[in-house]
């Protein structure tokens, strides 16, 4: 059996991450026999894209008519992008389905920070592996628990990746310096974020702030994890123009979701003061919501104002604090519950115990991890929602197996033989062209027993597969890595 490769197909690049992962990205395709196409949308991407592309300036509006013109005459079998919800990617998923070509999508990863996500067809919200879950659910409440958590720990050695907010920096601030110089030749538009140096005072704002705020809020996180240890609610908020919270949740902003949250304590509050505190509950009435800033989102938004406001209307004199730089990780120790959109804040709680209730739309939103009743009910039912750890240990290693690569976009790791820095492995190939197709009628699997062993499967890596067939969650356990991306 032939293993899935890059060999012989041709591949095209948006939009990726800032900084050289692209360009590196294409030595690794091109090394493995690909031809590789990449288009450019402003003075950033050519930054760290500059020869062998094509270059985009019209709007939005002529983009599709010109993409697919494109992908028809060059024979396209795989598109590549980072982000599935930016603007000159939205059209893609419709386009590659309607032309049979493959979609791989990147993005930041939901285990960070050692890991990367790449999953065919998209990511989040549209990812198919969340789409799919429910018959891997059925097989593994059929299967008896393993011994012990080390045999559903991740199948491969992970390298930690180290801190990489620096190199994300960099690359983030030559990226939008150089859009800025070449906005007179480009359509910056086409951008989902503005992209001028007019915002350069807030990032400095940011690192002005996250002084102030240790000062202002010192003793606020030994409070939390030693006075209101199992008092207080976490709350973490998502950056204001996230995808999470504009695309894949039903809120229109981070405002919504927190007067949402603070709307539904008040009434249990209330229904506790007035009815008693429910069979089976545990009551709130000392208890506190902890709303937590995003740090990327510290110099462009600051939401005092608003939750003093909320904190009014609802009568929570008292209940509500509002921080920023605490140690999230002593935090999600320490909180009674957490509560989030869509956030891979919620893994990180559940990987500490943290029963968590998901208003949005998330991977990690199943029986077993998370709560699955009413977020009313969840302030006097959060003690019996803490996360399985056996299921949450398959649940990761799944989502390793099926989204994640190891590795950082911007910090190479330091043992990969990939010039992109990220431990590829295959594993890119795999995951857009699976072999093992289950035959009709077998139950799709996630995550093999340990030792299982499949029955080789015959060789279905065609040059297209129609998005709506791929064969996306079939197993691929025992798939060899030798060739391929």
Excluded at 183 to 193: M, S
Excluded at 250 to 273: G, H, I, P, T
Excluded at 411 to 437: F, H, Y
């Amino acid at each position: 059996m032939n293993s899935p490769s890059f060999a012989g197909k041709r591949v095209l690049l948006l939009q990726g991450p800032v900084g050289p992962f692209f360009w590196n990205l294409a030595k690794d395709l091109r090394r493995k026999g690909a031809e590789v196409f990449k288009y450019n949308f402003n003075a950033g991407d050519w930054l760290f894209y500059p020869r062998c592309a094509r270059s985009f300036k019209g709007n939005l509006a002529q983009w599709p008519a010109e993409l697919e013109s494109f992908m028809r005459a060059q024979q396209i079998d795989v598109v590549l992008l980072f982000g599935d919800c930016r603007p000159v990617h939205a059209c893609v998923r419709g386009l590659a389905q309607e032309l049979g070509c493959v979609l791989g999508v990147f993005e930041e990863g939901y285990l960070r920070p050692d890991y990367v996500t790449f999953e065919p067809v998209g990511v989040n919200g549209n990812s198919v592996f969340a789409q799919s879950l429910a018959p891997w659910l059925v097989q593994q409440a059929m299967r008896p628990p393993y011994k012990n958590a080390e045999q559903v720990s991740a199948p491969a050695t992970t390298q930690a990746v180290g801190n990489s907010f620096w190199h994300a920096a960099m690359w983030g601030m030559l990226y939008f310096f150089a859009a800025w110089l070449g906005q007179w030749c480009w359509n910056n538009a086409l951008h989902h974020r503005r992209m001028t140096v007019l915002d350069a005072p807030w990032w400095w704002l940011s690192f002005g702030r996250k002084a102030w705020y240790k000062l202002k809020e010192r003793g606020a996180e030994q409070r939390l994890c030693q006075d209101k240890r199992r008092q207080f609610f976490l709350v973490p908020l998502q950056v204001y123009n996230d995808a999470q919270i504009t695309v894949h949740s039903d809120f229109d902003s981070v405002c919504n979701f927190s007067d949402y949250v603070m709307r539904s304590f008040a009434k249990a509050l209330a229904s506790e003061q007035s009815e008693g505190v429910p069979a089976g509950g545990a009551s709130i009435s000392e208890a506190i919501l902890v709303f937590k800033h995003h740090p990327m989102d510290r110099g462009h938004r600051n939401y005092g104002d608003v939750l003093r406001r909320l904190t009014q209307r609802y009568g929570l004199h008292g209940k509500v604090m509002y921080i920023h730089d605490q140690h999230l990780p002593s935090l999600l120790k320490a909180a009674r519950g957490v509560v989030v959109v869509n956030s891979t804040v919620g893994l990180s709680a559940l990987g500490h115990g943290a029963p968590v209730k998901v208003c949005g739309t998330a991977l990690y939103d199943i029986p077993g991890l998370t709560f699955q009743g009413r977020l009313r009910q969840f302030w006097h039912f959060a003690q019996q929602a803490v996360p399985d750890s056996q299921e949450l240990q398959r649940f990761k290693h799944a989502l390793v197996r099926r989204t994640q690569l190891n590795g950082s976009f911007y910090r190479k790791l330091a043992n990969t033989q990939w010039a992109c820095g990220v431990a590829l492995e295959g594993q890119m190939a795999e995951r857009l062209w699976p072999q093992d197709i289950p035959e009709a009628g077998r139950s799709l699997r996630l995550l093999p027993a340990v030792n299982d062993e499949i029955p080789a499967q015959p060789d279905t890596d065609a040059r297209h597969y129609p998005l709506g067939e791929h064969p996306l969650m079939a197993n691929s356990a025992v798939v060899a890595r030798k060739s391929g991306i």
